[in-house]
């Protein structure tokens, strides 16, 4: 058991610390009062230790400096923008949105651009461990990205990486990634759901797909492990796209949508 009780006070603030019932060693946790239930210690030695900045993970700093390098919002509740979209485009397409679909439409297939064409790269750093042995890669591809162990470890680093490598080789570093994908002969990387992820994003940038089609397509995008948005995202959006495929409409404004869409829809829908 672990409580927190007030050692000293100095003028502006009260300091706490945990101290596990075994322990003799306070541990400094934060100027937070603890709960008045929290039981007083016994036979526990006091000492006040001075307050020491944790070394901040190497890893999260890593994630962070990519999701600002290709400009991917991480706070996004995927749930609410899917049942937003739906919604709009639904009273769009008699005019009855009052303009809120089209900047709507634009944010997300501006944060799926980026977010896709980012994960592409963190599953193209598997190539190493993956590759099948037969298939001829791409040998830009290969140059880049078939490192070692500890090279193809780290996720958000791979995604810088592919920042790079997508600048020097534009839409064509698309076409190596689905060859390669489609080369991985472990089922849990790579494969031809990654292929597909890819050439989503091909088809977009190549002017096969609509900004309308793309966003919509991403929505139902599958990898190995579930739905594409996880990578960043962790909202399950399946259940909007199930009562959307089913039309209940007034389900997904009445328990999912933003309360101006949801006002918005019960407005026009009157």
């Given at each position: 058991?672990?409580?927190?009780?007030?050692?000293?006070?100095?003028?502006?603030?009260?300091?706490?610390?945990?101290?596990?019932?075994?322990?003799?060693?306070?541990?400094?946790?934060?100027?937070?009062?603890?709960?008045?239930?929290?039981?007083?210690?016994?036979?526990?030695?006091?000492?006040?230790?001075?307050?020491?900045?944790?070394?901040?993970?190497?890893?999260?700093?890593?994630?962070?400096?990519?999701?600002?390098?290709?400009?991917?919002?991480?706070?996004?509740?995927?749930?609410?923008?899917?049942?937003?979209?739906?919604?709009?485009?639904?009273?769009?397409?008699?005019?009855?949105?009052?303009?809120?679909?089209?900047?709507?439409?634009?944010?997300?297939?501006?944060?799926?651009?980026?977010y896709t064409d980012m994960i592409i790269g963190g599953e193209v750093r598997h190539v190493r461990s993956c590759w099948n042995g037969t298939t001829k890669l791409p040998k830009e591809l290969t140059a880049a990205f078939f490192?070692?162990?500890?090279?193809?470890?780290?996720?958000?680093?791979?995604?810088?990486?592919?920042?790079?490598?997508?600048?020097?080789?534009?839409?064509?570093?698309?076409?190596?990634?689905?060859?390669?994908?489609?080369?991985?002969?472990?089922?849990?990387?790579?494969?031809?759901?990654?292929?597909n992820i890819t050439e989503t994003l091909w088809l977009y940038e190549t002017g096969e797909l609509t900004s309308l089609m793309f966003v919509d397509f991403c929505w139902g995008l599958q990898h190995n492990g579930g739905t594409?948005?996880?990578?960043?995202?962790?909202?399950?959006?399946?259940?909007?796209?199930?009562?959307?495929?089913?039309?209940?409409?007034?389900?997904?404004?009445?328990?999912?949508?933003?309360?101006?869409?949801?006002?918005?829809?019960?407005?026009?829908?009157?």
């Amino acid at each position: 058991m672990t409580a927190s009780w007030t050692i000293s006070t100095d003028t502006d603030t009260t300091i706490w610390y945990t101290i596990a019932a075994a322990a003799t060693d306070p541990v400094f946790i934060s100027t937070a009062a603890p709960k008045p239930s929290d039981p007083a210690p016994t036979g526990c030695l006091f000492q006040e230790f001075p307050t020491q900045t944790q070394p901040a993970d190497p890893n999260v700093i890593a994630y962070q400096d990519a999701l600002k390098l290709w400009n991917v919002d991480d706070t996004l509740n995927l749930v609410t923008l899917a049942a937003d979209f739906y919604l709009l485009y639904d009273l769009s397409l008699d005019e009855r949105d009052e303009g809120r679909f089209a900047p709507l439409l634009a944010m997300l297939t501006e944060q799926f651009v980026h977010y896709t064409d980012m994960i592409i790269g963190g599953e193209v750093r598997h190539v190493r461990s993956c590759w099948n042995g037969t298939t001829k890669l791409p040998k830009e591809l290969t140059a880049a990205f078939f490192g070692t162990k500890e090279e193809s470890a780290s996720r958000p680093i791979a995604w810088m990486k592919w920042k790079d490598f997508r600048a020097e080789h534009g839409v064509n570093a698309l076409d190596m990634a689905i060859t390669t994908f489609k080369s991985y002969r472990r089922d849990q990387f790579g494969g031809q759901r990654w292929a597909n992820i890819t050439e989503t994003l091909w088809l977009y940038e190549t002017g096969e797909l609509t900004s309308l089609m793309f966003v919509d397509f991403c929505w139902g995008l599958q990898h190995n492990g579930g739905t594409y948005f996880n990578k960043v995202w962790t909202d399950n959006v399946a259940t909007v796209l199930d009562w959307n495929l089913h039309g209940w409409v007034r389900r997904l404004a009445d328990e999912c949508a933003s309360e101006e869409v949801r006002e918005l829809y019960r407005r026009q829908s009157k």
